[in-house]
């Protein structure tokens, strides 16, 4: 069982910055890929950017790429999502992942293929 806590959502302004964190715990989250995915008001969740610990990769969907960083600190097996340049499209609830595959097999997952969830944590980007 893998516990994800997120923290970092709120309301930002568009072409503003927010740093989202999820902390990991439980048995052989070294071993697992933890990202994160978003549901978009009326539509399916979709991953939004993975990393894998056990080969440093990371994957991101086209939508962010340029705009959004993934890092993830091994020691406390925290996940970090530097979002910047963040627009209306970006409006939405991000959820912490975690599973044990690769950062691009994960985030091109269905989302019913996932198996750990956090509770979500809301990003609004309005003016």
């Known amino acids: 069982q893998v516990q994800l806590v997120e923290s970092g959502g709120g309301l930002v302004q568009p072409g503003g910055s927010l740093r989202l964190s999820c902390k990991a715990s439980?048995?052989?989250?070294?071993?697992?890929?933890i990202g994160w995915f978003r549901q978009e008001p009326g539509k399916e969740r979709e991953g939004v950017s993975c990393?894998?610990?056990?080969?440093?990769?990371?994957y991101y969907a086209d939508s962010v790429k340029g705009r959004f960083t993934i890092s993830r600190d091994s020691a406390t097996n925290t996940v970090f999502l530097q979002m910047n340049s963040l627009g209306p499209e970006d409006t939405g609830v991000y959820y912490c992942?975690?599973?044990?595959?690769?950062?691009?097999?994960?985030?091109?997952?269905?989302?019913?293929?996932?198996?750990?969830w956090g509770r979500g944590t809301q990003v609004t980007v309005s003016s």
């Open positions: 990393i894998s610990n056990l080969d440093g990769k990371s």
């Open positions: 992942v975690a599973d044990p595959s690769t950062a691009e097999s994960m985030c091109t997952l269905p989302p019913s293929l996932v198996d750990n």
């Open positions: 439980g048995a052989n989250v070294d071993f697992f890929a």
